[in-house]
């Protein structure tokens, strides 16, 4: 890979850290949000919605830490 792709995939790989640093902040908040919830409500769809979009989330996270982690691989190659 030459020096011109290798910058421009760094540059990739700092704005998926971004995007995740900002995905750990909503998930967090989120996480917050979710365990205010009385536990009378916990059965609700609210709460069921909720949990789903925190696990979708997390998911998520998941796939950008393993796509930073695959560019860091090409990058130091």
Same mark, same amino acid.
């Given at each position: 890979?030459? @020096?011109?792709? =290798?910058? =421009? ?7 998926? %850290? ?11 908040? %989120? ?11 916990? +059965?609700?769809? =609210?709460? %069921? ?12 996270? +998941?796939?950008?830490? +393993?796509?930073? +982690?695959?560019? %860091?691989?090409?990058?130091? @190659?």
């Amino acid at each position: 890979m030459n @020096k011109n792709r =290798r910058a =421009r995939l760094s540059e990739v790989q700092n704005v998926l %850290e971004g995007a995740l640093a900002d995905l750990e902040e909503i998930i967090s908040e %989120e996480e917050e949000a979710v365990d205010m919830i009385p536990e009378n409500l916990q +059965s609700s769809q =609210r709460y %069921e919605e909720m949990t789903d979009n925190l696990d979708t989330m997390n998911d998520a996270q +998941s796939d950008i830490e +393993s796509a930073i +982690s695959y560019i %860091e691989e090409v990058i130091s @190659k």
